[in-house]
C-alpha cells in the first residue's frame, strides 16, 4: 500500500471522522457542523458561482480554517493533504485540507524536494525562525530586555505598548523553541545571544537572585504575579487565616517592662532613705530681718 493510500485510509477509519468540522451538519446540510454559520463549500477551491472577489475568498479560506483548528481529525487530513500521488504530486493540490491552504501546501513539498536530508529541513526552519527573530520589532524588544526588568520600561524602551511588547516577547520564545510559560528573562537573552540573535555587544542588566518570568500573557498579569510572590521576605511571619478560627488570629503583645530584682530595690531604698537624712540634718538658712 503507497503512502498516499496508507493516509486516506488512516482518515476515513478515524473514529472521529465522523465528526470532523467541514462535514454536512444533521439539521443543516449546507452548513458545517464544526460551524453552522460557514457554509460546507468553504473549503472547495472555488465557490458555486465562481465570481468570488479576492476579499470574500480570503474571508471564506479563514472562516474554514478557523473551524479546521478545532477538527478532531486535523492531523490526520493535514498528512493525507500533504502526500503525493505515484507521480508526485500533491494528494490534494486545491481547496482547505487539514486547516492549509493550497500554497502553503505545495511550498512545503518544494522544501522537501530541495531538502537533501532531514537536518537540512530542519536547519532551514532553524534560518527561517532566527530571520523573524531579527526583525527590528524583535531586536528592539531584545536589546529593552537587555537593559531594563520592569515590563513597563522594557515597552517604553522598544517604544511599543506593554501588550505589543509581551506579544513579541512571547513569539521571541516560540521562535528560539523555549517554553512560553516558563521561561525566564535569563534563558531568552542568553539563548538569543547564543544563537546569534542578540549580539555579543548588548550588555545585559542582571535581575537579581529572584529571576522574573520572560512570557508573561498578553496583559502582563502573570507577571505582576509572579513579581509580588517573589519579593516576600522570606523571614517575614506570614498567618494563615481559616474560615470560622478568626479569634485563633495571634496578635502581638505589648513588651512589659521587667520588674527589679530585690537587690535593686533594696539599693534604690538606701539611696532614698540616705536622701531623707540629708534633708533632715541640713539646717535651714536664717532669713535676714528687712532693713
Request: charged share 25%; with cysteine.
Amino acid at each position: 500500500m503507497s503512502s498516499r493510500n496508507r493516509a486516506y485510509y488512516t482518515l476515513i477509519d478515524h473514529r472521529h471522522y465522523r465528526y470532523r468540522g467541514c462535514a454536512p451538519d444533521p439539521d443543516h446540510p449546507t452548513q458545517a457542523q464544526g460551524d453552522v454559520s460557514v457554509p460546507v463549500n468553504a473549503w472547495l477551491p472555488y465557490t458555486d458561482d465562481e465570481q468570488e472577489t479576492p476579499g470574500a475568498r480570503n474571508a471564506r479560506q479563514a472562516a474554514a480554517q478557523a473551524v479546521c483548528g478545532t477538527c478532531p481529525v486535523l492531523a490526520q487530513c493535514r498528512a493525507y493533504a500533504l502526500s503525493e500521488t505515484a507521480e508526485g504530486r500533491l494528494s490534494e493540490p486545491e481547496g482547505v485540507w487539514g486547516g492549509m491552504l493550497p500554497l502553503a501546501r505545495h511550498r512545503d513539498l518544494v522544501a522537501r524536494r530541495t531538502a537533501t536530508s532531514p537536518a537540512q529541513a530542519a536547519a532551514a526552519v532553524d534560518e527561517r525562525r532566527l530571520a523573524e527573530c531579527r526583525t527590528d520589532q524583535k531586536q528592539a524588544v531584545l536589546r529593552s530586555l537587555a537593559a531594563h526588568v520592569d515590563e513597563e520600561l522594557v515597552a517604553y524602551g522598544a517604544f511599543m505598548d506593554v501588550r505589543t511588547a509581551n506579544w513579541h516577547r512571547s513569539l521571541l520564545c516560540g521562535l528560539l523553541g523555549l517554553d512560553k510559560e516558563k521561561a525566564t528573562r535569563a534563558q531568552l537573552l542568553d539563548t538569543a545571544r547564543a544563537l546569534g540573535v542578540l549580539p555579543a555587544g548588548v550588555r545585559v542588566v542582571p535581575d537579581g537572585a529572584v529571576p522574573i518570568a520572560a512570557a508573561p500573557n498578553t496583559d502582563g498579569s502573570r507577571q505582576r504575579r509572579l513579581a509580588r510572590g517573589q519579593r516576600l521576605t522570606p523571614a517575614r511571619p506570614i498567618q494563615l487565616i481559616l474560615p470560622g478560627y478568626e479569634h485563633l488570629l495571634r496578635v502581638p503583645r505589648p513588651r512589659r517592662t521587667p520588674r527589679p530584682s530585690g537587690a535593686q530595690l533594696r539599693v534604690v531604698r538606701v539611696i532614698a532613705e540616705a536622701l531623707t537624712l540629708d534633708a533632715v540634718l541640713t539646717p535651714t538658712p536664717a532669713l535676714e530681718p528687712a532693713a
